[in-house]
């Protein structure tokens, strides 16, 4: 039996046991399409340059009970600053309360997604955005994540209410039984004019296997601020597709940043979407890779309402025989008049047999906008490594002085200080940056 | 401590320096002029280690040891400093975290020990009054949006903080206006001392009025065609470059 029909298999046995889940018809209709559509070949143009039906090929394990992680396990896998955060742990796909800590009850309001659908507080919220991110994928890798949906989380945040702690979120794959698929499922909400920082990042243990289809979608009200950092740096046996969409229901602000520094196969599809006028939003990412990794960023900003303000910023530094893909779409809707929308890629090569694929998508049907967009493919600049090594710096160290430069205009919007240091010594780490 | 002998170099097919000869020695100024295309950058890159110029004849030996078998990285080390015509922009790489890494890279050659924050704090702040350098320079990316004067003057930073035995400096003056000049100069003699040497390359002699050479030499044509002492610069202000083209010519 292949993968896809183990894992309708699975479904089915899944549904058999939880039918009166609130949340059964979303995954039903979810399952509908997954079986329809299949997993995306290299055929689908979304997935032109990304093979993940490969990864489909081998024998994965669907674990839907918690797995037996102690606290002690991932204790040293922690982020730093995790003491003064609120630290919500998924262990294969499924959020676990016992590994989770909550720094300050009533900062943060923490439901089972299950839980949340049927609750009289936040059923409506539920209902009218859990499965948006749909709308904008079209293929069967989003449809699987909802159909699976279990073990999820809803985080909400008080109306005009500051969290006090960043929130960490940690989606551990548990590999030392086997291959594990793992799809963790979470809905955030901040609520009017409230403010929320959020990390997530992805660590798999064990030396099997590992394949993560997460899907986060984090509904951003009026005058409402988001900051959200992913941070993907798990091991070479490890992929992932991770889908964050943001909502932006009113005039509000979202700021996201997206590092990825190491992994097999690592796919982000990165919704911004615009449904009030004013809203702003900042897109950063910075790939760094080596090896035989390969990073495909798909992006997409969608401005339906105007005076919609968007800057996205995408480096990449690709090495040995990693793989690069930045596909970055604008759309702007007939209404969106005023828009201002900004997208730049850069890149650059330090093998010959490295690769990028850059593509930058504008679909523009309102007449009074700015927009623009570019993209570039280089090299190290030699004159600057000149200028560095006649400094008496080694060649290794001016190549990662140089790497990291190019960087800081991406690093420099990491705004969490104990974030921004931890990602600024795993480049360095990356970049065999000799301390002295 | 430097002895170029006759030292032919060319940039892909094109043969710019034909035979230089020249020996410097610790404690003098030396200072090279000549017209433009006469082969003064060149001769600065070939010792310096840039590149794709191509070494075709001669030796270049310092402190007895074979300059042209080193990286430039090595040559640093060993104590050679070139002041930049054109100081390179690197935008994210601050002045500081740039500086840090030379100069304990150099001490790491020289098989010093790291300098630690305090002491390395210390030498910046006494090094960037020399200069007369805003300390606001310290933490922007290097040389990003600096102007012609401050770009020159952290190049004399950056050798008074590596101590080298010996700083050539490419047309350092180009571009200054005379304040700036002025200081410049007063970084590099307050550096010079009997045990280190100095190379000035400058197509005017208006920087020698502040940084006095012991010897002039005239590169024209990818030889020096004159050699002499610091009348020899007042006597080319005067007459201008065609005096030696026909001199060369006859």
């Known amino acids: 039996m292949n993968t896809v029909e183990n894992i309708k298999e699975q479904l089915n046995r899944l549904y058999s046991d939880k039918k009166e889940s609130g949340l059964h018809a979303i995954r039903q209709n979810a399952f509908l399409q997954f079986d329809k559509l299949g997993i995306p070949g290299v055929r689908h143009e979304e997935w032109k340059y990304t093979r993940i039906n490969a ?143 959020v990390v997530e990042t992805f660590l798999t243990i064990g030396s099997q296997e590992s394949f993560t289809n997460q899907v986060i979608e984090l509904i951003v009200e009026e005058d409402a601020q988001l900051e959200y950092y992913k941070i993907q740096n798990d091991g070479l046996h490890a992929s992932q597709v991770s889908t964050t969409h943001v909502r932006q229901t009113g005039k509000s602000f979202a700021h996201t940043v997206t590092i990825s520094l190491n992994g097999n196969l690592v796919r982000n599809n990165l919704n911004i979407v615009m449904e009030a006028p004013h809203c702003e939003s900042h897109l950063y990412g910075l790939y760094l890779l080596k090896g035989h990794s390969h990073i495909d960023n798909h992006t997409l900003v969608d401005n339906v309402q105007p005076h919609c303000f968007s800057n996205e910023l995408y480096k990449g530094v690709l090495d040995e025989h990693a793989t690069g893909v930045f596909n970055g779409k604008i759309f702007v809707r007939q209404d969106a008049q005023k828009t201002n929308a900004y997208q730049s890629n850069k890149n650059i090569l330090l093998s010959d047999t490295a690769t990028v694929n850059t593509k930058p998508q504008l679909e523009i049907f309102a007449d009074d906008v700015k927009c623009s967009h570019g993209c570039t493919i280089g090299s190290i600049d030699t004159e600057a490594m000149f200028y560095l090594k006649s400094r008496g710096i080694t060649e290794k160290n001016a190549r990662s002085l140089l790497m990291h430069a190019f960087a800081e205009d991406v690093l420099e919007n990491i705004k969490l200080p104990f974030i921004r240091s931890y990602v600024d010594q795993l480049i360095s780490e990356r970049l065999e940056f000799d301390l002295l | 401590m430097l002895k170029i002998s006759n030292l032919h170099a060319r940039i892909e097919e094109k043969q710019i320096l034909k035979g230089i000869n020249l020996e410097i020695k610790p404690g003098e100024v030396h200072a090279i002029m000549g017209p433009n295309g006469s082969g003064k950058s060149t001769l600065a890159s070939v010792l310096a280690g840039r590149e794709h110029f191509e070494v075709t004849e001669g030796s270049v030996t310092f402190d007895g040891k074979d300059l042209l078998e080193l990286a430039p990285e090595e040559r640093a080390g060993e104590g050679l400093f070139l002041a930049f015509q054109y100081p390179v922009e690197i935008p994210g790489l601050t002045t500081t975290n740039f500086i840090k890494t030379a100069v304990n890279e150099v001490r790491k050659y020289r098989g010093q020990e790291p300098l630690d924050a305090v002491g390395f704090l210390k030498l910046m702040k006494e090094k960037m009054a020399l200069m007369e350098m805003d300390q606001s320079l310290l933490s922007r990316s290097l040389n990003e949006g600096f102007s012609g004067g401050e770009k020159k003057r952290n190049e004399i930073f950056q050798m008074a903080m590596l101590e080298p035995k010996l700083a050539i400096l490419d047309e350092t003056d180009s571009g200054l206006d005379i304040d700036a000049i002025r200081i410049v100069a007063n970084g590099v003699n307050r550096f010079r001392n009997e045990n280190n040497a100095v190379l000035v390359i400058t197509h005017y002699q208006r920087l020698l009025d502040y940084i006095v050479p012991d010897f002039v030499h005239v590169l024209y044509n990818g030889r020096i065609v004159k050699s002499g002492t610091r009348e020899l610069a007042l006597e080319l202000e005067e007459k201008g470059y065609d005096f030696i083209k026909s001199e060369v010519a006859v």
């Open chain 1, 55 to 197: 990864l489909f090929n081998k024998e994965f394990r669907f674990p839907y009970t918690e797995s037996n992680l102690l606290r002690n396990d991932w204790q040293s896998l922690r982020l730093p600053g995790a003491d003064d955060a609120h630290e919500l742990v998924f262990v294969n796909g499924i959020f676990s309360p016992e590994l989770s800590v909550l720094r300050r009850p009533g900062d943060l309001v923490l439901l089972p997604l299950e839980e949340a659908a049927n609750s009289e507080q936040y059923a409506k919220t539920i209902a009218a955005n859990l499965g948006h991110s749909s709308r904008y994928a079209k293929d069967g890798i989003n449809a699987l994540n909802t159909a699976w949906m279990y073990g999820g989380l809803f985080v909400h945040v008080q109306e005009k209410h500051q969290t006090a702690h960043p929130v960490y979120i940690y989606h551990i794959t548990d590999t030392r039984k086997g291959n594990v698929l793992s799809q963790p499922r979470s809905l955030v909400h901040l609520g009017r004019a409230s403010g929320l920082k």
